[in-house]
T-cell receptor, first 114, second 112 residues
Framework: ETGVTQTPRHLVMGMTNKKSLKCEQH?????MYWYKQSAKKPLELMFVYNFKEQTENNSVPSRFSPECPNSSHLFLHLHTLQPEDSALYLC?????????????FGPGTRLTVL | GQQVMQIPQYQHVQEGEDFTTYCNSS?????IQWYKQRPGGHPVFLIQLVKSGEVKKQKRLTFQFGEAKKNSSLHITATQTTDVGTYFC????????????FGKGTLLTVNP
């Protein structure tokens, strides 16, 4: 248990569905991240939020929409996804302090798009 | 954008053998981190290296950061079955110290 929780753990959705992934951190961190992990690819950073402000959008398609209502919660809203979006979606958080930036990952949501 | 090359992609060893994974960047890095992901699990932070030529040890694990701060390695002495998993390096090239670029990882399997 890393102090970062994600729900749901598994999600199957059709291409016309709308769903949301939720992440919550109980560590008092000030930065939160969404990553995508596909087979045979490196972990891909999608979004970064620092003190609730989005500071990075790594050229992610608009069918992924993040929301960070406060520094403890992060959502990823999904709509009209494609089968190639099937992957493990990982949330992480960190306490940015100088150059030290250990990231704590949640267990991930395994997403399958049919 | 920033790219980090990690080799090998896979490594299978007999229990008790040593293991090394290497990470290389074409640009100078501010720091580098290492993570381990067990099968079916999520990445777990192992260590961060910041200084040129830095060497850190954690029990059987030895981490090195190159003198030019462009490469790093993780060496495991006398592997055990509990070492099974994928080892990732994650590079920070400075500026935004919260943005990490991950290598593809090295999947280590250990034959008991």
């Amino acid at each position: 248990e890393t102090g970062v929780t994600q729900t749901p753990r598994h999600l199957v959705m059709g291409m016309t569905n709308k769903k949301s992934l939720k992440c919550e951190q109980h560590l008092g961190h000030n930065a939160m991240y969404w990553y995508k992990q596909s087979a045979k690819k490196p972990l891909e950073l999608m979004f970064v939020y620092n003190f609730k402000e989005q500071t990075e959008n790594n050229s992610v398609p608009s069918r992924f929409s993040p929301e960070c209502p406060n520094s403890s919660h992060l959502f990823l809203h999904l709509h009209t996804l494609q089968p190639e979006d099937s992957a493990l979606y990982l949330c992480a958080s960190s306490l940015m302090s100088g150059s030290y930036n250990e990231q704590f990952f949640g267990p991930g949501t395994r997403l399958t798009v049919l | 954008g920033q790219q980090v090359m990690q080799i090998p992609q896979y490594q299978h060893v007999q229990e008790g053998e040593d293991f090394t994974t290497y990470c290389n960047s074409s640009t100078t890095l501010s720091n580098i981190q290492w993570y381990k992901q067990r099968p079916g699990g999520h990445p777990v932070f192992l260590i961060q290296l910041v200084k040129s030529g830095e060497v850190k040890k954690q029990k059987r694990l030895t981490f090195q950061f190159g003198e030019a701060k462009k490469n790093s390695s993780l060496h495991i002495t006398a592997t055990q079955t509990t070492d099974v998993g994928t080892y990732f390096c994650a590079a920070n090239s400075g500026g935004s110290n919260y943005k990490l670029t991950f290598g593809k990882g090295t999947l280590l399997t250990v034959n008991p």
